[in-house]
C-alpha cells in the first residue's frame, strides 16, 4: 500500500543508518572576489537523514549546495559526496554523480509550455533515456499518485496553485529516484496551510525513496517538520547543530534569534 502523501506520520528521528557517511564536508571555502562567503564549513550527513541549514539571507547557503552538485568549485577544504572527491570529477563523472541529486529550487522548475505529465516524462527521457512508453506512464502515475496530484496530470503549469506547483516540481525531481534530495528554499512563498503540507510531503518522501536531504529553509515550521538534525550557518561556518529542540534550548543568541518566534 502507497502513503498518502498528504499525511505525515509520526516522526522517527533515527531512521537512518549512522555508519554511511554519503556527504563529508571539511574546511570547506569559497570565496568571490574578495568576499569570503563560505570560511570554514564542516558537515557529514548520513544515509537516510534529513539534515536542516538555517541561515539568514546570503549566508552562502545555496553556494555549498552549488559545491556539492560541482556547480561551484570550492577554493579549499574537502567536500565527498558517496567517499568520491567532488571537485576533482571529470565531466562525465559529474553528470553520473547528478543523476543521484535531486534538486528542488524556489521556483519548483516546470516547464510552462508542458504539462505535468510532459514534464514528468523530460528527465525519464532524457536523464534516464528511458524508451519504454509503458514504463514511462507508470513511472509517471506512480510519483504523481506520491505527491497527490494524480488529477492533475493533463494540466499545465499555469493552471496549478502555488502548492500544486511545487508538488510537480518535487515529483519532477524525485521521478528520477535520486539517492540525495537538495531543497532550497521548498515551501518560499508559500501560505502557512501550503506550507506545512509540503514540508510533511518531505518528510514522507524521505521514508518512501529513503532519501538523503539537505534541507535550506527560513521557515521553522519546514525545519521542526523535516529535520532529523539542524545546523545553523553564520557568517560563513556552521555555528551550531543539534536536534530542533536541542537547538531551541541554545545559549547562543543567533542560533535562539530562529527560534524567537516558536512558541
Ligand atoms: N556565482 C557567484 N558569483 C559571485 N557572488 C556570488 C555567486 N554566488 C553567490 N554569490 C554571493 O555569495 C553570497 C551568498 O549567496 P547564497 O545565494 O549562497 O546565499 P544564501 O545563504 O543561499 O541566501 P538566500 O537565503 O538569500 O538564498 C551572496 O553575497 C552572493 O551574492
Not at 51 to 80: E, R
Not at 206 to 216: A, D, G, M
Not at 230 to 236: A, E, K, Q, S
Request: hydrophobic fraction near 35%; charge should be negative.
Amino acid at each position: 500500500m502507497e502513503e498518502k502523501a498528504t499525511t505525515a506520520e509520526p516522526k522517527e528521528k533515527k531512521t537512518h543508518d549512522k555508519q554511511e557517511v554519503v556527504i563529508e564536508i571539511k574546511h570547506l571555502k569559497k570565496s568571490f572576489g574578495n568576499k569570503d562567503v563560505l570560511k570554514d564549513i564542516n558537515l557529514v550527513v548520513h544515509r537516510g537523514e534529513n539534515v536542516v541549514v538555517l541561515g539568514k539571507s546570503g549566508q552562502g547557503k545555496s553556494v555549498t549546495i552549488q559545491c556539492i552538485v560541482g556547480m561551484l568549485t570550492p577554493d579549499d577544504g574537502t567536500l565527498k559526496v558517496f567517499g568520491e572527491e567532488v571537485p576533482g570529477l571529470k565531466e562525465k563523472e559529474l553528470k553520473e554523480l547528478r543523476i543521484k541529486i535531486g534538486f528542488l529550487f524556489q521556483s519548483g522548475a516546470l516547464y510552462d509550455s508542458m504539462t505535468v505529465r510532459e514534464n514528468l516524462e523530460f528527465p525519464l527521457t532524457r536523464v534516464l533515456k528511458i524508451k519504454d512508453q509503458a514504463e514511462i506512464d507508470k513511472r509517471v502515475e506512480e510519483v504523481l499518485e506520491g505527491v497527490g496530484l494524480a488529477d492533475a496530470i493533463d494540466k499545465m503549469p499555469s493552471d496549478l496553485s502555488g502548492g500544486m506547483r511545487k508538488r510537480a516540481g518535487l515529483a519532477r525531481t524525485l521521478i528520477i529516484k535520486p539517492e540525495i534530495m537538495l531543497y532550497d528554499e521548498p515551501t518560499t512563498g508559500l501560505d502557512p496551510i501550503t506550507s506545512r503540507e509540503i514540508s510533511e510531503l518531505i518528510l514522507n518522501m524521505q521514508k518512501k525513496y529513503k532519501t538523503t536531504s539537505i534541507i535550506i529553509t527560513h521557515d521553522m515550521e519546514c525545519a521542526r517538520i523535516t529535520a532529523d538534525r539542524v545546523v545553523v550557518m553564520n557568517d560563513g561556518e556552521y555555528i551550531e547543530e543539534g536536534s530542533f529542540d536541542g537547538l531551541q534550548k541554545s545559549k547562543n543568541k543567533i542560533v535562539q534569534s530562529f527560534f524567537k518566534d516558536i512558541s
